[in-house]
Structure formats: C-alpha cells, structure tokens
T-cell receptor, first 112, second 113 residues
C-alpha cells in the first residue's frame, strides 16, 4: 500500500517567492496533519483536517501560511511570500481516527 | 493542556544491549493513545509502537516494547538487542482523540559498535 506521499521532496527558493507543498494521504484516512520540524522548535503542528475540514489551525504561524484540502486525497500547504525563517522540514501525516498517524517523507524547504 | 516530556536529549548504547528511552506525559483526558516514532538521519518519521491508555498489557513490537506506567504517566520505550541501524532520533507522542498528536522534543540514540 502506498504511504503518505509528499512533494516536492526538496525545494530551494528565493525569499518572497510562493511555495506550495503537496500531500496525498493514505487512502481511507480521514484526518490529515501538517507539521513543521526545525532544530529550534522541534515538531510543531501547523494545522489538521478531519474529513477535509480544517479543525485547528492555531499552529499556523501567520497569514503567509495557508492550507487547503479540497478533497480526501489531496492537501496543500502554501507559503506566500516565503521568508528565510520558513526553512524547515514540512511533514504531512494522515490517520484514521482514532489511530496511528503515518507520516510522509517530508518536504525539505530552504528559503534563501 | 497536553505535554510530552523527553528528558534525554542524547543516549548511547552498546550494540546488542538494551536501552530505555524515557517519556512522561501530562493530560487530563482519560482516554488517549501513546506512540513512539523513529526518525533516522534520512528524515522520515517511522511509526514504531502504540499503547492505548486502557490497555492493560504493555505493547510489544519485535524488539520494541513500551513500558507503560499509567499512574506515573510514563511511557518509556525499551529497545532490546540494539543494532547499529537503531541510531536515530526517537519521538514520543500522545493523542487524546486521534485528532491531534502531541510530540516530545525527541531523544537522539547512538548505538556504539
């Protein structure tokens, strides 16, 4: 079975550019999570969706970040405009509530 | 409030020995799940083991076992017969409902040949 699929795997972009990270959850899972991992702050929950509906976006750092889940098989995390402090690994995870969250391989973002 | 504490930023273990990674949690929920994840240097997050708060027996998955002490609110991970490939970051997590997962800051484990 395919796991959580994230793209791109690596992205280097210039400050001010728009970045879109994509996630395909495991088929049948009804919850989707976006996490950001940095050395300074560890794993931070940015937002999670349940049945495609955003439930808690209190972890989204600021208005430059937005996330959508137009259907059960796809989600995006967008940063516009990007800044160097956004450089991090962004993980998408999905779960069948209640249950274990399974993570994608992460999107490594570098903003220069 | 939910809080996960991993007090060991780094641990070393001799190959073939057992090691215990500590995790304590704080929650007011009666029902919750406890999880351990492994993150090797390649970066992916790998699910290792799960323990439900109402499970009476400690969870085991191969060389991994979870030492669950509910009264102490601890969920330590025990890795038996350590292998070089076990060198990684290990994260403890708790989920009260399955809708949110709260992670500790992680423990870096190094297995010494």
């Amino acid at each position: 079975d395919a796991g959580v699929i994230q793209s791109p795997r690596h992205e280097v972009t210039e400050m001010g550019q728009e970045v879109t990270l994509r996630c395909k959850p495991i088929s049948g899972h009804n919850s989707l999570f976006w996490y950001r991992q940095t050395m300074m702050r560890g794993l931070e929950l940015l937002i999670y969706f349940n049945n495609n509906v955003p439930i808690d976006d209190s972890g989204m750092p600021e208005d430059r970040f937005s996330a959508k889940m137009p259907n059960a098989s796809f989600s995006t995390l967008k940063i516009q405009p990007s800044e160097p402090r956004d450089s991090a690994v962004y993980f998408c995870a999905s779960s069948l509530v209640p249950g274990t969250a399974y993570f994608g391989e992460g999107s490594w973002l570098t903003v220069v | 409030a939910q809080k996960i504490t991993q007090t060991q930023p780094g641990m070393f273990v001799q190959e073939k020995e057992a090691v215990t990674l500590d995790c304590t949690y704080d929650t007011s929920d009666q029902s919750y799940g406890l999880f351990w994840y492994k993150q090797p240097s390649s970066g992916e997050m790998i699910f290792l083991i799960y323990q439900g708060s109402y499970d009476e027996q400690n969870a085991t998955e191969g060389r991994y076992s979870l030492n669950f002490q509910k009264a102490r609110k601890s969920a330590n991970l025990v890795i038996s017969a350590s292998q070089l490939g076990d060198s990684a970051m290990y994260f403890c997590a708790m989920s009260p409902t399955g809708n949110q997962f709260y992670f500790g800051t992680g423990t870096s484990l190094t297995v010494i040949p």
